[in-house]
């Protein structure tokens, strides 16, 4: 966890037991974030196998969330999605998308592989995690998913200049 999404932790309400963490000091920083962020990462080196399965660990799951985007996509396109935006592949999309899928999930694959199995352990203990969260305590429930963009009238602008 890095100091932006433990501070959006704080401020949007999911760690209630550690109101600490989200108070901002005279110079429009959170101070006791920065530092709790600083010594759990210190302390996340001091064990060398730690660091490995960590780094291996966050590589692994970079790849995932640049997979689960496109798969979602890949399976919405010409059903739920069929209003695309400026940058249009037109019939490669769906090709382009597969390959992207494919290459993702090999890279995903061979960052588990030995001598890195430890990370397809954590990674196993996560999923069995979120899913307990998920499931079993109604989180599912709570959260409330992204916008329904088809009844959207209007068509959102293109932001040509910076």
């Known amino acids: 966890m890095n100091l932006?999404?433990?501070?959006?932790?704080e401020v949007h309400g999911f760690g209630r037991r550690?109101?600490?963490?989200k108070k901002v000091n005279d110079y429009g920083t959170p101070g006791a974030a920065i530092w709790v962020c600083s010594a759990l990462a210190i302390a996340v080196t001091l064990y060398g196998d730690?660091?490995?399965v960590l780094s291996t660990g966050s590589a692994v799951f970079l790849y995932v969330?640049?997979?689960?985007?496109i798969a979602a996509g890949l399976n919405a396109e010409g059903r739920t999605w069929t209003r695309k935006g400026p940058f249009n592949l037109g019939k490669w999309s769906k090709p382009v998308a597969l390959l992207a899928v494919l290459?993702?999930?090999v890279l995903v694959y061979v960052g588990c592989q030995p001598p890195n199995e430890k990370v397809l352990y954590v990674s196993l203990g996560?999923?069995?995690?979120?899913?307990?969260?998920?499931?079993?305590?109604?989180?599912?429930?709570?959260?409330a998913g992204p916008p329904d963009v088809r009844s959207a009238s209007t068509t959102p602008e293109v932001v040509t200049t910076f």
């Open 126 to 143: 996560l999923i069995g995690v979120m899913t307990l969260l998920w499931f079993g305590l109604g989180v599912r429930n709570r959260f």
């Open 4 to 9: 932006d999404s433990s501070h959006a932790f």
């Open 50 to 52: 730690a660091f490995a």
């Open 65 to 69: 969330s640049y997979v689960m985007p």
């Open 103 to 105: 290459g993702g999930s």
């Open 18 to 21: 550690a109101d600490w963490l």
